[in-house]
C-alpha cells in the first residue's frame, strides 16, 4: 500500500491485506515538515501518511480518542509510555472508524489485559488502516513541538525514502484555513436515542414526561456527546454540517446542539452562516463544543486563531472565578477574547494554564459554547453539568 494521499476523503480507511505479528520489526520513519527524521518500528497499517502532527498527554482513552472525528488528517503522538494495555472493545469508539491518520508511540503492549478487550490495538489499527510508529522518544518529540509548533510530517513503514516523505510533507496542505467538517459530516440526517449508562448519571435531574427536542449539526460529532444530551433527557435528530436554518427550524427544536469537528473553524462558512441565522431570527437554546463553540465566536463577529501546538489532554483546568473543573479537551484553534463584541458576549471560563478563552455565553440570548468536552470520553466528567444548564434552557422556555 502507498498510503493514503493527502487529499483522500477522509471517511474511507484503508485496509492493510494482512495482520502482521507483534514481534514484527519492519522499520519505520517519521519525517516532520522543518526535516527533523525520527527512527522506530512499524505498528497498525503498513504504508505511509501525511498529516498534521499533534501530541495527546492522556493517560487513557486511546480507543476514544483515535476514532474522535476531530483528529481527522492528524498524526497523534501519545505521551503515554505504553499504549494498547486494555486492547480494544466495540463500545469505546466515537464514530465508526478511526479518524486519526497515523499514531506515534513509545511502546505497545503485545498482550491487552482486560475483561472487555476483543481485539488488540495493533490489529485493530491494521484493520483501520492507521498506520503507526513504535519505539519513538515522544518526551523529545513533544518537546520538539512545544517548541517549534504542531507542524505537518508523515509516517512510513513501506520503505518510503525519507526525502521522498519530505517532499510530500512540504506539498501537504496546513491545517490552517482547512474546512474538514465538511468531509467527515453525516451525508443523511438521523436520530439517535442511546444513552451512556455512566454511573454519574443518577446525579441528573428526574426525566422530563417528553424528551427535549434537540437537532443536532455534525460537524463530526463524538458518540458520547449523543449519548450525554439522551442521558440529560433530549431526544436528538442530527443534521448534516450544510443544514440551513429552515431545514432546522422544520423539525420544530426546542435547542439547537453545534458539534465538535476537525480543521480551522474559520473555513467552516456553512456552519458559521447556520449560527448567524441561528442568532438572528430564533431565540432557540444553542450549545456549542469546540468547533460549535469556535463556530458560535465566528457568528458573532469574532476570530480564530491557531494556538501553538493545541490542547490535547485529560486534565486541562478551566475556570470562572471560585470554581475550576478539570477538563477533557482537544483542539488546535481558540478564540481571541480581545475580538469578542463585548457588548453581547461573556467570557464564562477561562482556559487556567495559558488564559485562553474557555466558554462562553451570550448576555441577552440562551446560547453559550465551551471549548473543551464535557462529554468527557476519555477524560473527567467535571463539566458534564453542561448538559444540564442546556436542557435547564430548554426547561425554562417549555
Ligand atoms: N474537538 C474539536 O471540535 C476541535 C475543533 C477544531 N478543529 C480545533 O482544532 O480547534
Known amino acids: 500500500m502507498i498510503g493514503i494521499p493527502a487529499d483522500a476523503p477522509l471517511d474511507t480507511p484503508q485496509a492493510a491485506p494482512e495482520i502482521p505479528s507483534p514481534d514484527d520489526a519492519t522499520p519505520a520513519v517519521l519525517v516532520l515538515a522543518d526535516g527533523t527524521v525520527l527512527r522506530g518500528l512499524a505498528c497498525g497499517a503498513r504504508g505511509s501518511v501525511c498529516g498534521e502532527v499533534v501530541f495527546n498527554t492522556g493517560m487513557t482513552g486511546y480507543q476514544e480518542v483515535l476514532t474522535d472525528p476531530s483528529y481527522a488528517g492528524q498524526l497523534i503522538t501519545f505521551t503515554y509510555p505504553e499504549l494498547g494495555n486494555t486492547g480494544v472493545n466495540g463500545e469505546d469508539l466515537e464514530a465508526d472508524h478511526a479518524h486519526a491518520r497515523g499514531c506515534i508511540l513509545r511502546q505497545l503492549s503485545p498482550r491487552p489485559s482486560n475483561w472487555r478487550s476483543e481485539e488488540t490495538l495493533d490489529h485493530w489499527l491494521v484493520r483501520q488502516g492507521v498506520v503507526g510508529i513504535r519505539g519513538v522518544d515522544t518526551r523529545a518529540l513533544v518537546r520538539h513541538l512545544r517548541e517549534g509548533g504542531a507542524l505537518n510530517g508523515a509516517i512510513a513503514s513501506d520503505g518510503t525514502d525519507p526525502a521522498a516523505l519530505l517532499e510530500r510533507v512540504r506539498a501537504a496542505p496546513s491545517m490552517d484555513g482547512l474546512n474538514l467538517a465538511a468531509k467527515v459530516s453525516t451525508r443523511e440526517p438521523y436520530t439517535w436515542d442511546r444513552s451512556c449508562a455512566a454511573a454519574f448519571d443518577t446525579r441528573l435531574q428526574p426525566r422530563p414526561d417528553r424528551p427535549y427536542r434537540v437537532v443536532a449539526i455534525d460537524f463530526g460529532i463524538k458518540r458520547a456527546i449523543l449519548e450525554r444530551l439522551v442521558a440529560h433527557g433530549c431526544s436528538v435528530t442530527v443534521l448534516p454540517a450544510a443544514a440551513t436554518l429552515e431545514q432546522v427550524l422544520a423539525l420544530e427544536p426546542e435547542g439547537v446542539f453545534l ?140
Open 259 to 398: 458539534s465538535n469537528g476537525p480543521g480551522d473553524p474559520a473555513a467552516v462558512a456553512e456552519g458559521i452562516a447556520l449560527a448567524r441565522d441561528l442568532l438572528q431570527q430564533s431565540q432557540l437554546p444553542v450549545f456549542g463544543i469546540c468547533l460549535g463553540h469556535q463556530i458560535l465566536g465566528l457568528a458573532l463577529g469574532g476570530r480564530s486563531f491557531k494556538l501553538g501546538y493545541g490542547h490535547r489532554g485529560l486534565n486541562h483546568p478551566c475556570g470562572s472565578p471560585g470554581s475550576v473543573e478539570i477538563t477533557s479537551q482537544n483542539h488546535g484553534f481558540a478564540l481571541d477574547a480581545a475580538s469578542l463584541p463585548a457588548e453581547r458576549v461573556r467570557i464564562t471560563h477561562l482556559n487556567l494554564n495559558d488564559r485562553t478563552v474557555a466558554a462562553l455565553a451570550l448576555r441577552h440570548q440562551p446560547v453559550f459554547g465551551i471549548q473543551y468536552h464535557p462529554e468527557a470520553s476519555p477524560g473527567p466528567h467535571d463539566a458534564d453539568h453542561h448538559f444540564a444548564r442546556f436542557v435547564a434552557l430548554m426547561a425554562e422556555r417549555r
